[in-house]
């Protein structure tokens, strides 16, 4: 396969890690296309021994770092931990709980960093060591940021209702 | 949030993403039998990833978006021949990436350990580093009887590997021991005659850990364990500066 006809093929993920991560449907198709220009220009960086997938996402991924980082910069750099979740990064409190179900509000009220590797692992089933290498952190930091979003959600959820859905719009 | 039984929350998130091994994913099944909190917050884990699944998958089936379609059909790619060159270095970083990667293990290494390997170093480093007339105990001119005799001592074949590529020339080394077992110890030097050590132990336990690097009193340290050996380096350096040469120490001890 072509390089450009296996790209192709992964678009539709890069589109909903990015609608996921974004939670705002032009923002993310943004970025996927910024994302494909750059894998197009930088080709010849890619290793074909390695998955296309992981690589496109790291491309996607870094991208959307630094734009938030460029966003938020206010003089001095951002350290990655400390960017917020794309409303505010407050967990929410027993009395606040969210509206029953709305997941996409959960994911976007996670911190940046858990949000991505939360949604790495169980959205696109990736490999502990494949989210590592996307996000430039060891397996442990992995391990730990998604244990930290996952209690994060059940926290938000009731353990005990089924959330209920609502579709992307 | 944590729950009172056998199987940590870790654990179980791990199993549930298909990251186990048989024996561990059988030992988690085994324990989840008699652990009901175990088993809601597995279904948890499910409920969590369905509703991730309900929420997101239907932009899989959204057409794909002209721009995004005309960046791909518009684009024209460079030639290879051109970049053969960069590929080659391209390849040798994806290498280095890619073996980082294969040394990371999902466990850790415990905090008694990390401490013993790191004051280890530091202090080799701290001691021998700065001693002028004896540095070492074996000199690098006398290179195959230093790596027969540790190898020995050891039990393991030990090789210094070549850190010529970062600056560091091979001084030589001695033995030394940690907690009764014997260790090799290593000492490079780089043409502002800066100094780096590099701590080979045993493992009797075989894990493999990812590295870890920390930095006290002007000195870093990054060490980490492979099958059968665990490895420490210190020396005068930023992280920036130690990260390649650990990638280099690691690469060079896979291939002995």
């Given at each position: ?49 390695r ?20 966003e938020l ?11 917020p ?10 009395e ?27 959205l ?37 209702k089924?959330?209920?859905l609502?579709?992307?719009? | ?27 988690i ?15 948890e884990?499910?409920?969590?990833k ?17 721009p ?8 024209r ?11 080659l270095?391209?390849?040798?970083l994806?290498a ?28 080799a ?64 030097e780089?043409?502002?005659?800066q100094?780096m ?27 980490w364990?492979?099958g ?26 896979d291939?002995t």
């Amino acid at each position: 396969m072509s390089f450009k006809t296996e790209l192709v093929t992964h678009i539709p993920f890069l589109r909903r890690f990015a609608r996921a991560l974004t939670s705002d449907q032009a923002l993310a198709d943004d970025l996927v296309q910024d994302c494909i220009e750059r894998a197009l220009r930088k080709h010849e960086l890619y290793d074909p021994e390695r998955p296309m997938r992981a690589w496109l996402y790291t491309i996607l991924r870094n991208l959307h770092v630094s734009g938030r980082r460029s966003e938020l910069r206010r003089g001095a750099s951002i350290a990655l931990d400390e960017i917020p979740s794309g409303a505010d990064a407050v967990p929410p409190r027993q009395e606040d709980r969210l509206a029953l179900g709305d997941i996409e509000e959960a994911v976007r009220r996670l911190p940046l960093v858990q949000r991505e590797v939360l949604l790495l692992v169980v959205l696109d089933e990736m490999s502990y060591r494949d989210v590592a290498e996307i996000t430039g952190v060891p397996i442990g930091t992995v391990m730990s940021r998604l244990s930290r979003a996952r209690s994060f959600l059940r926290q938000a959820f009731d353990g005990d209702k089924e959330p209920r859905l609502r579709r992307v719009k | 949030m944590t729950r009172q039984g056998k199987i940590d929350d870790w654990a179980l998130g791990a199993y549930a993403d298909g990251e186990l091994s048989g024996d561990a994913a059988a030992e988690i099944e085994a324990l989840l039998r008699d652990d009901p909190e175990a088993q809601l917050a597995l279904s948890e884990l499910k409920r969590q990833k369905a509703a991730l699944k309900q929420a997101f998958d239907p932009v899989l089936a959204e057409t794909i978006p002209p721009p995004i379609k005309s960046a791909v059909a518009g684009a024209r790619l460079g030639h290879w021949g051109q970049v053969a060159r960069r590929v080659l270095v391209i390849g040798a970083l994806a290498a280095a990436l890619a073996l980082v990667v294969h040394a990371v293990d999902l466990r850790e290494l415990t905090t008694s350990q990390a401490t013993s390997m790191v004051n280890a170093v530091r202090s080799a480093h701290v001691v021998y580093g700065s001693e002028i007339r004896h540095p070492v105990e074996v000199a690098a001119d006398q290179r195959d009887q230093l790596m027969t005799w540790l190898s020995k001592r050891l039990g393991q074949p030990i090789n210094a590997p070549d850190l010529m590529q970062h600056g560091y020339q091979l001084v030589g080394g001695r033995l030394l021991s940690l907690g009764e077992k014997p260790t090799a110890y290593f000492m490079y030097e780089n043409a502002r005659k800066q100094r780096m050590s590099l701590y080979i132990m045993t493992n009797p336990e075989h894990r493999d850990t990812a590295f870890r690097m920390e930095e006290a009193d002007g000195i870093m340290t990054c060490y980490w364990l492979d099958g059968p050996l665990g490895y420490a380096l210190a020396g005068e350096m930023t992280r920036g500066e130690m990260e390649p040469i650990a990638h280099a120490v690691y690469e060079a001890l896979d291939r002995t």
